[in-house]
């Protein structure tokens, strides 16, 4: 497999994750989002993928485009270990997890966006900072409630890792990486700090990607 992305990608860090976990191995491949470089608008990129957005796995023939569903796609291949719970309603509330992250809180804080910001509407650093902190505040207050009422102090559901811990742990890298002020959450807090204690997630951490030593 090929995995097509970058190191602080945090929808990359997700798939970095997921097949740490499924112990599959993977080949990376660099797609440098800075500028100048933005390799994500450059002619190749985008023949593999057409949005020119990461991640994209390569599996065989198959290409693959979006986190969630690549990790889905990993779930229904490699099923051990499961990401999701066995029951349907238990699998729905991991998945409305995942997605209060993958869905409501990331896509606003995307880079895209925050350039859009920059560039666009001419917001400077404090604004553009305001902007970001503001949606990780109104998203993990939501989660942390959800976390108390569904974890166990240590997992975002349930008592074994999930495909809401995936999704978590690289928005709170991200909010760490912004200086977001992360006292009010101290449930996600805890669960990130035992899930980044395991060495799927360790292994799967941007400081720990080779890209990251050009940053």
């Known amino acids: 497999m090929k995995l097509y992305g970058y190191f602080r990608?945090?929808?990359?860090?997700?798939?970095?994750?997921?097949?740490?976990?499924?112990?599959?191995?993977?080949?990376?491949?660099?797609?440098?989002?800075?500028?100048?470089?933005?390799?994500?608008?450059?002619?190749?990129?985008?023949?593999?993928?057409?949005?020119?957005?990461?991640?994209?796995?390569?599996?065989?023939?198959?290409?693959?485009?979006?986190?969630?569903a690549i990790i889905e796609y990993l779930e229904e291949t490699q099923p051990q270990p499961p990401l999701l719970p066995?029951?349907?309603?238990?699998?729905?509330?991991?998945?409305?997890l995942a997605l209060a992250v993958a869905c409501d809180i990331h896509p606003l804080n995307n880079l895209r966006v925050l350039d859009y910001l920059r560039a666009e509407l001419e917001a400077d650093q404090g604004a553009v900072q305001?902007?970001?902190?503001h949606w990780i505040a109104q998203g993990f207050a939501a989660l942390e409630r959800d976390a108390r009422r569904l974890g166990d102090g240590r997992h975002m559901y349930g008592s074994s890792v999930t495909l809401a811990d995936v999704c978590i742990v690289p928005q709170m890298a991200n909010a760490r990486r912004f200086g977001c002020d992360l006292a009010p959450y101290p449930t996600l807090c805890a669960v990130?700090?035992?899930?980044?204690?395991?060495p799927p997630f360790a292994r799967a951490a941007p400081a720990a990607q080779p890209d990251a030593a050009s940053a």
Do not use: M
């Not at 945090?10 to 989002?33: F, M, N």
């Not at 066995?86 to 409305?96: F, G, K, T």
């Not at 990130?192 to 395991?198: K, M, P």
């Open 130 to 133: 305001h902007w970001y902190a």
């Open 192 to 198: 990130c700090a035992h899930l980044e204690s395991l």
């Open 86 to 96: 066995r029951l349907p309603a238990q699998r729905a509330a991991v998945r409305a």
């Open 9 to 68: 990608s945090s929808a990359t860090y997700r798939v970095r994750i997921a097949l740490g976990l499924k112990g599959i191995a993977w080949e990376s491949v660099l797609v440098d989002l800075r500028a100048p470089v933005s390799a994500q608008h450059a002619p190749g990129f985008r023949a593999v993928n057409p949005h020119g957005l990461i991640p994209v796995l390569v599996d065989g023939e198959q290409v693959l485009t979006q986190s969630l």
